[in-house]
């Protein structure tokens, strides 16, 4: 089944500052790779997705994403955060012919005004 | 479209009563999908459903868990009898197909005392 791993567990940034947050797969067929985040206290949302031709997807609120298949990596960035950028933001994977979408750990970012 | 509709949001009870979550999918979603969140172990897929037939129930933790789906609008996750260690949130999530992602509820938060 597939898996996947994300690095760092707490991220703490000041306003305007670069965001990646790293994400790594593991499963040798074709996926489908998704973003999403959880506010505090809400549930979660979509904010990207991949499933085929450019690789690097923009999805909302700035947020980008980019697939790179050598390295399993479906890593999520955005040029500049906010202070309403605070939330949990979890990767998931599901395999092409299989609905069973599973998540990592999730990454808490915390965005210092 | 109201989305994923779960209740109760919060439910404290005893250990060992019974305890009933609900779910209501977007209407047309052929998937429906029950997750676990704690800090300890993050989002776990419990099981999911696709045309209303359980298709993967091996992330259910034990014969005390069970779900049912008994028509396309309408899903429980029972718990009897109920322990601590269930103390979670619960989601319910759906989706027409995984290409699209899923569309999560707003959780329930289970306390068990």
């Known amino acids: 089944a597939q898996s996947v791993s994300q690095h760092n567990h707490h991220v703490i940034l000041s306003e305007a500052a670069s965001l990646e947050l790293g994400c790594n797969y593991s499963?040798?067929?074709?996926?489908?790779l998704f973003w999403y985040v959880q506010y505090p206290g809400q549930h979660l949302q979509l904010l990207l997705k991949y499933f085929s031709g450019d690789p690097l997807v923009k999805g909302i609120k700035g947020f980008e994403a980019e697939f790179i298949k050598s390295k399993f990596s479906f890593n999520l960035r955005k040029p500049s955060v906010q202070w309403s950028d605070t939330a949990e933001y979890f990767c998931?994977?599901?395999?092409?012919?299989?609905?069973?979408?599973?998540f990592g750990a999730g990454t808490r970012l915390t965005v210092k005004p | 479209d109201a989305g994923v509709i779960q209740s109760p949001r919060h439910e404290v009870t005893e250990m060992g009563q019974e305890v009933t979550l609900r779910c209501k999918p977007i209407s047309g979603h052929d998937y429906l999908f029950w997750y676990r969140q704690t800090m300890m172990r993050g989002l776990e897929l419990l099981i999911y459903?696709?045309?209303?037939?359980?298709?993967?129930d091996s992330g259910m933790p034990e014969d005390r868990f069970s779900a049912k789906m008994p028509n396309a609008s309408f899903s429980t996750l029972k718990i009897q009898p109920s322990e601590p260690r269930d103390s979670a949130v619960y989601f319910c999530?759906?989706?027409?197909?995984?290409?699209?992602?899923?569309?999560f509820g707003s959780g329930t938060r289970l306390t068990v005392v």
């Open positions: 998931a994977v599901n395999a092409w012919n299989n609905n069973d979408m599973r």
């Open positions: 999530a759906s989706t027409a197909d995984s290409l699209y992602g899923y569309t």
């Open positions: 459903f696709n045309n209303n037939v359980p298709i993967d």
């Open positions: 499963y040798g067929g074709t996926v489908n």
